[in-house]
């Protein structure tokens, strides 16, 4: 499964809500999988919103399992998370500057401010409404994907936009 880059002009569709009756279906369920396996397929990648794959459906996957590995203080589960008509509730005033790299930017990445804390609210794969809060790397990733959601990309508000160097790039594929 190919992750669409920057140039595709799905990244910059306002993605469309999934039916709540549709959410377990073989489609969706499909969806899913193919986001699990793009994301699986990239050593660096925490996360991965549909557009990412080409289907303008708001739905995001983030890594259970890389999330716990890269933030040492999240305490949930490492299974896949999975978020479908995500919507931010709330955003904390407090902001932090953060670096991010995107899987459909590949390469770049750039400094940009987040909300520290935010409360989003989904359905999860078999349909059920959900809400959870998170801080520091879950909450960045919360804001990036539903970024993706409404066709924004993080470097549209990025501040020193940069290239990963070639060596940079060929450690991180080793590992």
Request: contains cysteine.
């Amino acid at each position: 499964m190919n992750i669409v880059q920057k140039e595709d002009p799905v990244l910059r569709e306002k993605a469309e809500e999934v039916p709540v009756a549709d959410i377990g279906s073989a489609k969706i369920r499909k969806l899913i999988q193919e986001m699990r396996t793009a994301l699986a397929s990239q050593k660096d990648g925490v996360a991965i919103a549909a557009p990412q794959v080409g289907a303008s459906l708001r739905i995001f996957v983030v890594a259970g399992a890389l999330l716990a590995q890269a933030d040492k203080t999240y305490t949930g589960s490492p299974v896949d998370l999975i978020f479908i008509n995500p919507v931010i509730t709330r955003r904390s005033r407090e902001k932090m500057e953060v670096e991010e790299g995107c899987l459909s930017v590949r390469w770049l990445y750039g400094k940009i401010r987040r909300a520290a804390r935010v409360t989003l609210q989904a359905y999860n794969e078999e349909g059920e409404k959900i809400e959870r809060g998170a801080s520091g790397l879950l909450a960045q990733i919360f804001q990036h994907e539903t970024d993706h959601l409404e066709g924004t990309l993080f470097t549209d508000h990025a501040k020193e936009v940069w290239e990963m160097s070639d060596e940079e790039i060929a450690e991180l594929q080793k590992k």
